[in-house]
């Protein structure tokens, strides 16, 4: 029975093994984060809305919604390009309705006509896991005029509610890259000047009520008998090009050296992440018109 017995302890720790593989991703070989330094609060970034429902504890940002108010916060520049990325929790439970986004966008610049790089994450019914959203707008094509979203949408391989974990945005003159703790789950080449944004951009982080779309096109709507929601967020890492800056300025580089785009190996984690938890892709969505969106 001893050798039976070792047999079967053996092939659970295999089936165990393999089945935490299959929820983790392949490391991507670089990690990108781990080459900026944490930036405080008050040095890169501060209060634009709801000032009342925003606090800073040791390095920590918690900003919530309520039925009075949201809050949002705005980068003290501008940037050309770079790296921007922040650790946030997200709150369990009910919160449909409610958006808590990391973004760029140039609308105060550019009113009706602006560019705009989003992670949004869209709330949720408890039985259901958060969305990650990640869009692209270029030059209004968000201001519904002429709406052309370019949004691919994610589950996540982890609980966002139960840590912190990194998500991050590098925008390069050649391509965006969206990464969840160092792993790459979208990359948007620039295929065009027309669909790619190149105006400098501020860095946003905000928490609202977007009942009309946000979960489920608009089926379930915030229900104030759970606020506050809340959204907490910290090591705020930006490295980037400012506006102020000199035009020989390189953003950080998403790959190791020798790449001029992700390596195999993040493309593979990569891969690993849309054949697993992608949700959604404006390209394969037969509802729309291609026509208006080319690079696809």
């Known amino acids: ?160 509610t139960q840590d912190f974990h990194h998500y991050a945005i590098l925008w390069k003159p050649s391509e965006i890259i969206f990464l969840v703790d160092d792993v790459p789950i979208r990359r948007y080449p620039r295929k065009s000047e027309a669909t790619y944004p190149t105006r400098p951009m501020y860095v946003y982080g905000s928490i609202w009520d977007a009942s009309s779309w946000a979960t489920e096109d608009g089926k379930y709507r915030a229900d104030y008998r759970y606020q506050p929601f809340i959204g907490r967020y910290r090591k705020f890492k930006v490295q980037g090009c400012t506006i102020e800056g000199p035009a020989t300025c390189q953003p950080p580089s998403s790959s190791p050296s020798g790449y001029g785009s992700l390596s195999p190996q993040q493309h593979k984690a990569m891969q690993w992440v849309q054949n697993n938890f992608m949700v959604y892709n404006y390209c394969h969505d037969p509802r729309r018109d291609h026509t208006l969106i080319p690079e696809c």
């Not at 986004?101 to 259901?128: A, M, R, V």
């Not at 969305?131 to 949408?153: A, F, P």
């Open 1 to 160: 029975m001893a050798p039976l017995f070792c047999v079967l302890i053996v092939f659970s720790v295999i089936m165990i093994s393999s089945s935490i593989a299959q929820h983790h991703p392949p490391s991507p070989g670089y990690f990108p984060s781990s080459r900026i330094s944490p930036l405080r609060f008050s040095k890169g970034f501060r209060n634009l809305w709801g000032t009342q429902h925003q606090r800073l504890e040791q390095g920590s940002l918690t900003i919530w919604l309520d039925s009075t108010s949201g809050s949002g916060f705005k980068s003290l520049h501008s940037y050309r390009s770079g790296y921007f990325g922040a650790a946030i929790k997200l709150q369990p439970g009910y919160t449909a309705g409610v958006i808590t986004s990391l973004y760029l966008s140039n609308n105060q610049d550019h009113p009706g006509n602006h560019d705009e790089i989003d992670i949004e994450f869209l709330g949720t019914t408890p039985d259901k896991p958060y969305v990650l959203q990640t869009n692209v707008y270029i030059r209004g094509s968000g201001d519904h005029r002429n709406v052309i979203g370019r949004e691919m949408k994610f589950h996540l391989w982890f609980d966002p």
